[in-house]
């Protein structure tokens, strides 16, 4: 995962800052830490300090979190759409948010927290809000 993590870096996002665009990832650090720390039992700072190595060191300057309650995302997600991570248990899931939340808590000049638990359009415009 993290050597995906160094040549994404490498490959799509360095050359990408390098011409002055912006970059926008689904996932990143943050998610790392989030499933494999608090999700899977990781120790948090062995792996922000892997990832940290991997990614060169490249840091967002800005995280936008999604916060949406695990029951929530399992009403809006079905039964039949699931893959591997979204079969895991919920004591999973429920623990992989609150290390989100625990990230965001820790950086608040960094990460933004948004409620998603609005309509699609809603949720853009707090995510718009957030962004500016």
């Known amino acids: 995962m993290l050597a995906a993590r160094a040549q994404h870096v490498a490959k799509v996002i360095e050359p990408a ?78 623990d992989v948010h609150e290390g989100f939340r625990r990230l965001a808590a820790q950086d608040p000049v960094r990460w933004r927290v948004v409620d998603a638990s609005g309509t699609v359009e809603q949720v853009a415009a707090l995510v718009r809000r957030a962004v500016d």
């Open 17 to 94: 800052l390098a011409r002055g665009d912006d970059v926008v990832c689904d996932r990143y650090s943050g998610s790392t830490l989030a499933y494999q720390g608090y999700g899977r039992g990781l120790d948090v700072d062995e792996l922000r300090g892997l990832d940290s190595w991997a990614n060169g060191h490249l840091e967002p300057d800005l995280v936008v979190l999604l916060d949406l309650p695990v029951e929530v995302a399992r009403q809006r997600l079905g039964h039949d759409q699931r893959d591997r991570i979204e079969s895991e248990g919920d004591s999973f899931l429920m």
